[in-house]
């Protein structure tokens, strides 16, 4: 998908209903998987989530409005900067005892992030 010629209001569009449905969709499964206790911790932990994968998306799409910053190596600091940004709100999880619920709701939720960009680079044709 090249960030550069997208339209970003439709690919807004299309992220923020994309999340409604998998919010929809998930309600039941939480309902069945999660214990009553900890839904909230499973949603809060993949709201975390979904926050820093669009902040970091943002900064992807930044070389658009500043096209010096794509000849600088920004979107390969994106790259380390999403993977270390993770790994450290995973790793704080961790050392902080959070219930499994949240960080498994972290995960999936970049999962399910990840398999929006799939689809998205898939219908876009590039």
Partial sequence: MDLNSINLRRF???YF???FIVLILSLPL???F???GFRIL???GG???FSVQMAILQLRFLPRKIPALSETGFPLFTVFLSFFLNLGILTAFQVLEYPFEA???FLIAYFVHLLFLVFASYFSGK
């Fill in 42 to 44: 499973f949603y809060i």
């Fill in 47 to 49: 709201a975390i989530s």
């Fill in 12 to 14: 807004h569009w299309h």
């Fill in 34 to 36: 999660v214990e009553d």
């Fill in 17 to 19: 209903s994309y999340l």
């Fill in 103 to 105: 960080t498994s709701g």
């Fill in 30 to 32: 939480t309902a069945r």
